[in-house]
């Protein structure tokens, strides 16, 4: 079974400043996807960032980045110029490949890291 | 992308009723869940709801605690039945699209 491990329950930054969640998982499968979600107070759950296994090439949106180790099993998430807006929490969440892709089985979450943008 | 909405957005209930959450796609989409988030936890997966077939439970959930209908492919309801203070939490509806999930803004549900 697959397992996702967020292993910052909380973290802060100052604004403007960069800050890294850590996130690493557990899986036999070689082809999966990876992603970030956003959920602030609102607790709209927004999608942040996707990542397919089978690239090597780190997916960027804007200011968030990650850094994927397939080996190592790690994806975290950079994110640069902290806004007063990017306090949330931030959950990791993994996702098995279909055989002849798309994806199959349930999206499994992390634990989750909530993140403080201070002034 | 999708855009999904959700109605109540949050409620307030009485221990012993129930309440029945609505949940549109702006398109057609096959595969809907729902997941259920209680206080600064994570989010666990209640049910699969498939258009054209039974919805398929999590372990530790039930059908008759949370019926669920999937009359098309743009809307659900989830039932929470004789509701109890152990219900309170956001529920959140959730879409698949090929390899992505998308998320509605969720149901804050307090009983007291």
């Known amino acids: 079974a697959q397992t996702v491990t967020q292993s910052q329950p909380e973290m802060s930054v100052q604004e403007a400043e960069t800050v890294t969640l850590s996130c690493t998982y557990d899986t036999s499968e070689n082809n999966y996807y990876l992603f970030w979600y956003k959920q602030p107070p609102s607790r709209q759950m927004i999608l942040v960032i996707r990542?397919?296994?089978?690239?090597?090439q780190n997916a960027t949106e804007n200011r968030f980045s990650v850094n994927f180790q397939k080996a190592a099993k790690s994806f975290s998430l950079k994110i640069s110029d902290s806004q007063l807006g990017d306090t949330a929490m931030y959950f990791c969440a993994f996702m098995k490949q279909g055989t002849y892709g798309g994806s199959q089985g349930n999206l499994i979450f992390g634990k989750g890291t909530k993140l403080s943008v201070k002034p | 992308s999708a855009v999904i909405s959700q109605k109540p957005s949050r409620d307030i209930c009485q221990r012993g009723t129930s309440l029945t959450i609505q949940c549109q796609v702006d398109?057609?989409?096959?595969?809907m869940f729902w997941y259920r988030q209680q206080p600064g936890q994570s989010l666990t997966l209640i049910a699969t709801?498939?258009?054209?077939?039974?919805?398929?439970?999590e372990s530790g959930f039930v059908i008759d605690k949370f019926p669920i209908s999937r009359p098309n492919l743009t809307f659900s309801t989830l039932t929470v039945s004789n509701m109890s203070p152990e219900d309170s939490s956001i529920y959140l509806c959730?879409?698949?699209?090929?390899?992505?999930?998308?998320f509605g803004p969720g149901t804050r549900l307090t009983v007291l």
């Open positions: 398109s057609q989409v096959t595969m």
């Open positions: 959730s879409v698949r699209l090929t390899d992505t999930q998308y």
């Open positions: 990542q397919e296994a089978y690239k090597q």
């Open positions: 709801a498939n258009q054209g077939s039974e919805a398929t439970y």
